[in-house]
């Protein structure tokens, strides 16, 4: 019983915890510093186009020697 009531309270303290952050980021956002736009990002046409080229390699061999079956 006392393994339950402990999930049960761990439960409503992330729920209040969770609700607290959201109200507090409401708050910073309405009476905090203006935040920047993406209004710098926007082409000639009004849409936003990101265009991403090249190759990407990771640098870390671990899993590759890890996932092989050898």
Do not use: K
């Not at 203006?34 to 671990?62: C, I, K, R, W, Y």
Request: glycine fraction near 12%; charge should be negative.
């Amino acid at each position: 019983m006392l393994t339950s009531s402990r999930i049960v309270w761990a439960i409503v303290y992330t729920l209040f915890l969770s609700f607290g952050l959201s109200i507090g980021s409401q708050i910073w956002d309405a009476f905090g510093p203006e935040q920047p736009g993406l209004d710098s990002m926007d082409t000639a046409d009004g849409s936003q186009t990101v265009t991403v080229s090249g190759s990407f390699f990771g640098n870390d061999t671990t899993w590759n020697s890890a996932l092989s079956n050898g």
